[in-house]
Nanobody
Framework: EVQLVASGGGLVQAGESLRLSCTTS????????IGWFRQVPGKEREGVSC????????NYEDSVKGRFTISRDNAKNTVYLEINNLEPEDTAVYYC??????????????????????WGQGTQVTVSS
């Protein structure tokens, strides 16, 4: 059974940091790219970062570059998303997802989340000002 479990969210103040984790099982981890997405009520799910698990190469949506860092631990089948200098606009449910093959990029208005095969349940991040 494929599972992705996102954790690490919480209520924080602006300027603080969080590290989200996505722990996976049930598939060959190093054949997949793992992406992080976020969604607020009434808005489209948006991709923020993705990592190629086999070589650790990651990418970022433009608006989060410099504050978000994605990494992975292949021994634990886990991907991390560190978010620094959190802003109220980062408030969302954060999801991780897996797709066989390469990461995608983040063209505006294109629902790339539909290209991912497996999803976790999401973790809430709330940033107070």
């Amino acid at each position: 059974e494929v599972q992705l479990v996102a954790s690490g969210g919480g209520l924080v103040q602006a300027g603080e940091s969080l590290r989200l984790s996505c722990t996976t099982s049930g598939f060959n981890f190093t054949e997949y790219a793992i992406g992080w997405f976020r969604q607020v009520p009434g808005k489209e799910r948006e991709g923020v970062s993705c990592i190629r698990t086999w070589d650790g190469v990651g990418n970022y949506e433009d608006s989060v570059k410099g504050r978000f860092t994605i990494s992975r631990d292949n021994a634990k089948n886990t991907v991390y998303l560190e978010i620094n200098n959190l802003e109220p606009e980062d408030t969302a449910v954060y999801y991780c997802a897996a797709r066989l093959g390469f990461c995608l990029y983040y063209p505006k208005g294109v629902p790339t989340w539909k290209k991912y095969d497996y999803w976790g349940q999401g973790t809430q991040v709330t940033v107070s000002s």
